[in-house]
């Protein structure tokens, strides 16, 4: 079956220091890869997006590239701010007709000033 | 509407009782779905709706739980006889496709079964 591991943290890191969020995959086809980011007291929103190989999704100065051979999309970010404290969630999906995304456990980051 | 809305946000409810949670989708969606939040275990998928019918209800837990969607737009998600491990976040996501865009998620209901 498709699955998806991520680093179960929480992850404390000083504001402007480097972040990475592990995510490895399993899944039977060619998944589309997600990060999504859950701030506290409100609901998922999607982060980035990549939907085949070598692709790299960023936004908000947060980037992922999709990793065939290692089958990984790690999150990082150079500087990280306060703001940025949140759960972070990788997920997959199969290409064509109905699938439903497969999630990861969800990583908790704080960012300290 | 411009995001998808869920309601209520908060619920507490006595052990046994039926609760009834509701979904308004982004207008347009025909896709819907039904994750479970708990604590310490990520996202359970619970259901999908295309259109008015489900044709994934394999997450639901139990006969307890049922889901029903009406004109292609709100989902009611009931959970009769609530039991405390029902307490968690029911969220709620609609999509036109998962491929290109993801979910579009409601801020969830918290769920707490006393």
């Known amino acids: 079956g498709n699955s998806v591991t991520q680093m179960e943290g929480p992850v404390t890191l000083s504001e402007e220091a480097f972040l990475t969020i592990n995510c490895t995959y399993t899944?039977?086809?060619?998944?589309?890869l997600f990060w999504y980011v859950q701030y506290p007291g409100e609901g998922l929103q999607l982060l980035l997006k990549?939907?085949?190989?070598?692709d790299k999704g960023s936004n908000k100065g947060f980037e992922a590239t999709y990793r065939k051979e290692t089958t990984s999309f790690h999150l990082e970010k150079g500087s990280v701010q306060v703001s940025d404290s949140a759960v972070y969630f990788c997920a997959l999906i199969l290409s064509g007709g109905y699938q439903k995304v497969t999630f990861g456990i969800g990583t908790k980051l704080q960012v300290i000033p | 509407g411009a995001g998808v809305s869920q309601s209520p946000s908060n619920k507490v409810t006595e052990k046994g009782k039926d609760v009834e949670l509701r979904c308004d989708p982004i207008?347009?969606?025909?896709?819907l779905y039904w994750y479970r939040q708990s604590l310490g275990q990520g996202l359970e998928f619970l259901i999908y709706f295309q259109g008015n019918s489900a044709p994934d209800k394999s997450g639901l837990p139990s006969d307890r739980f049922s889901a029903e969607r009406t004109g292609g737009s709100v989902s009611t998600l009931t959970i009769q006889r609530t039991q405390q491990e029902d307490s968690a976040v029911y969220l709620c996501a609609s999509t036109l496709s998962t491929e290109h865009y993801g979910y579009t998620f409601g801020s969830g209901t918290r769920l707490t079964v006393v």
């Open positions: 207008s347009g969606h025909t896709a």
């Open positions: 990549a939907t085949k190989a070598d």
């Open positions: 899944a039977t086809g060619y998944p589309s």
